[in-house]
């Protein structure tokens, strides 16, 4: 009877010892490795992957953000679920929705009251996950006159500036092209600190 006990204990600590191991140290290790090799940037932390919010009209703006009270904050990561659609899939459903909408583009017109395109959709309405950084490449002409303007640029070196910045589908066939307002915002800031 004791020596089952013993053997019994014994397995259950080498037991313990080897799935700490495994679960511990390789698990973690083998995740770590493939990380560092295939997703490096992401893995490291790239701030160019979480929106952010820029609210100077010198700037690129992204999509609104839903979550709060901070705008982009990972830790509240969230959609609104308030939502579109009825007779007119394109108008919004829910009383807050088109009155955040509404103000959103109020927004945008005074910023650049000479600017009579459509404004995109998504400058107006928030993602899913609220941390959005990308806007899709009519967002962004849409603001390249303002901010050429404001920077004392001319609209056509804006406007290159958006479609180097602009990124295919990934895999030429998921998603939509679209542009990382963080990263042309650095681009922007960086061609103003080499101009001095």
């Given at each position: 009877?004791?020596?089952?006990?013993?053997?019994?204990?014994?397995?259950?600590?080498?037991?313990?010892?080897?799935?700490?191991?495994?679960?511990?140290?390789?698990?973690?290790?083998?995740?770590?490795?493939?990380?560092?090799?295939?997703?490096?940037?992401?893995?490291?932390?790239?701030?160019?992957?979480?929106?952010?919010?820029?609210?100077?009209?010198?700037?690129?703006?992204?999509?609104?953000?839903?979550?709060?009270?901070?705008p982009y904050n990972a830790m509240t990561s969230s959609g609104t679920n308030q939502g579109m659609g009825g007779a007119n899939a394109s108008q919004p459903l829910n009383p807050a929705l088109r009155d955040a909408v509404a103000e959103?583009?109020?927004?945008?017109?005074?910023?650049?009251?000479?600017?009579?395109?459509?404004?995109?959709?998504?400058?107006?309405?928030?993602?899913?996950?609220?941390?959005?950084?990308?806007?899709?490449?009519?967002?962004?002409?849409?603001?390249?006159?303002?901010?050429?303007?404001?920077?004392?640029?001319?609209?056509?070196?804006?406007?290159?500036?958006?479609?180097?910045?602009?990124?295919?589908?990934?895999?030429?066939?998921?998603?939509?092209?679209?542009?990382?307002?963080?990263?042309?915002?650095?681009?922007?800031?960086?061609?103003?600190?080499?101009?001095?």
């Amino acid at each position: 009877m004791k020596q089952d006990i013993l053997a019994s204990l014994r397995a259950a600590i080498v037991g313990l010892l080897a799935f700490t191991v495994l679960t511990g140290v390789v698990y973690p290790a083998v995740v770590y490795g493939i990380g560092q090799v295939a997703f490096a940037r992401e893995a490291n932390g790239d701030p160019n992957l979480v929106g952010q919010a820029f609210t100077n009209p010198a700037y690129f703006w992204g999509r609104p953000s839903a979550i709060g009270p901070f705008p982009y904050n990972a830790m509240t990561s969230s959609g609104t679920n308030q939502g579109m659609g009825g007779a007119n899939a394109s108008q919004p459903l829910n009383p807050a929705l088109r009155d955040a909408v509404a103000e959103r583009v109020k927004t945008l017109q005074a910023a650049d009251p000479g600017n009579a395109s459509p404004i995109p959709a998504d400058l107006v309405t928030s993602s899913a996950s609220g941390l959005d950084p990308h806007i899709s490449p009519e967002a962004a002409y849409y603001q390249a006159g303002r901010v050429a303007r404001l920077r004392g640029m001319d609209v056509e070196e804006v406007r290159a500036l958006v479609a180097q910045h602009t990124e295919g589908r990934t895999f030429g066939v998921l998603g939509e092209p679209r542009v990382n307002v963080v990263a042309i915002n650095r681009a922007l800031d960086a061609r103003k600190l080499a101009t001095r």
